[in-house]
């Protein structure tokens, strides 16, 4: 049967099966094929073959044995679940983010599951990669992988940009029968507040305008919706509601045709990543469930 989309895995050691298990799931939600890739950092490797003083053909053998063992780690875990025949495994040695970049660009995937966790030499590569990639991204936290989504909290700017993420988050909230929280921040500072305070006042009208037709739109699909709009820093603001309102998953839109577009919503994910319990969807194009196909 074809396959409606493609799921890579970008895999860190520490969460495999969490990132496995989800995307199980999702690929039965959305009918999907599944690629789990690792990337072992050659900083580990060189460091191990210093060490031991191994050149030539004993190095050789170092890496080959940190890529087998990665392997196995994989297939013991897809074994365990029952999906050995169902998903590919790739293994590579090299330096994680510039290998990752060249694996999101010829993988031809619709959905990347990563975590936040995912590190390289220079640390946290996870906003990088949402950044830079043009797929839609899931990123979990640690220790969660379930699909039970009762509360959707969907940050927008309720611009064109974000009409794919609201349309997704309607039917999301529709499918799983969830509420679905609609956020809408007015970036401002304490200059703008202080200088500028009609200006905000009139931002604050407009998306209270806007985010009341979508909250009417998801009402009119049957999904219980509650808009919300704020000023502030939208990071900021949205942490604290991720503490109040107790979202079992976070929507987020970015249709940029730029890459400034993109590094922009890397970098707003990348500030509350770390700092929130749930995952975090960012939708970057329109995708169909399964019973669609």
């Known amino acids: 049967m074809k396959k409606c989309s493609k799921i890579l895995i970008l895999d860190d050691s520490r969460n495999t099966e969490d990132l496995l298990s989800f995307a199980i799931q999702w690929a039965e939600v959305i009918r999907a094929s599944i690629k789990v890739v690792r990337v072992v950092d050659e900083k580990a490797i060189k460091d191990t073959t210093l060490a031991v003083g191994a050149v030539g053909s004993i190095a050789r053998m170092i890496k080959d044995e940190f890529i087998k063992e990665a392997d196995e780690h994989i297939k013991a875990l897809s074994e365990k679940h029952g999906i050995t025949d169902l998903i590919k495994i790739e293994v590579i040695a090299g330096n994680i983010r510039e290998e990752i970049t060249m694996v999101i660009d010829k993988s031809g995937a619709d959905f990347l599951i990563l975590t936040a966790a995912l590190k390289g030499i220079l640390g946290s ?149 770390n700092k929130i319990n749930c995952p975090v969807f960012v939708i970057k194009k329109p995708f169909i469930f399964k019973s669609d196909c």
């Open 125 to 273: 590569i996870a906003s990088k990669v949402i950044g830079y990639s043009k797929n839609n991204c899931v990123v979990l936290p640690a220790g969660v992988h379930h699909l039970k989504w009762d509360r959707i909290l969907l940050a927008t700017d309720c611009s064109e940009k974000a009409e794919s993420a609201t349309k997704m988050a309607i039917e999301i909230a529709e499918r799983f029968n969830g509420r679905l929280f609609i956020l809408s921040v007015v970036n401002s500072n304490e200059e703008l507040q202080i200088h500028a305070p009609a200006f905000i006042e009139r931002m604050s009208e407009e998306r209270k305008k806007r985010v009341k037709e979508v909250a009417d739109q998801a009402r009119r699909r049957g999904v219980c919706a509650e808009g919300i709009v704020r000023d502030g820093i939208a990071s900021d603001i949205m942490i604290e509601l991720v503490g109040t309102i107790g979202p079992d998953l976070m929507i987020m839109g970015s249709e940029g045709r730029t890459g400034l577009n993109r590094l922009f919503m890397g970098s707003v994910v990348g500030s509350i990543i």
